[in-house]
């Protein structure tokens, strides 16, 4: 069964840090395009960051220089790690994974496999 189960969200206040996990199973992992993406009440879902399959990694401008995408093959495990947090970044997190490159990884219609999303909320 391919599946997506992220965890590691939470309330936490302005300038704060969160670490989000997924952890995959039922896919070849090692070889996807692994990528987060987030949604706010009302908004459309938003690519955050994706990450190749041999690690090189890439942002939305909005959280660049402030998250870190990695991912562990061996263990199956994709993380993002959030720092300096602001209310803008409030929104439900989706790891999302597609099986070929991370080319056009902001297009969201490109991943076949998606979590269940994790909330993630900043407050002032």
């Known amino acids: 069964q391919v599946q997506l189960v992220e965890s590691g969200g939470g309330s936490v206040q302005v300038g704060g840090s969160l670490t989000l996990s997924c952890v995959a199973s039922g896919f070849t992992y090692s070889r996807a395009c692994m990528a987060w993406f987030r949604q706010a009440p009302g908004q459309e879902r938003l690519a955050v960051a994706a990450?190749?399959?041999?690690?090189?990694?890439m942002y939305s401008e909005p959280v660049k220089g402030r998250f870190t995408i990695s991912r562990d093959n061996a263990k199956n495990i994709l993380n993002l790690k959030m720092n300096d947090l602001k209310p803008d970044d409030t929104a439900m997190y989706y790891c999302?994974?597609?099986?070929?490159?991370?080319?056009?990884?902001?297009?969201?219609?490109?991943?076949?496999?998606w979590g269940q999303g994790t909330q993630v909320t900043v407050s002032s």
């Open positions: 990450i190749e399959a041999g690690g090189s990694t």
């Open positions: 999302a994974a597609k099986n070929d490159a991370c080319n056009v990884w902001t297009w969201r219609h490109k991943y076949n496999t």
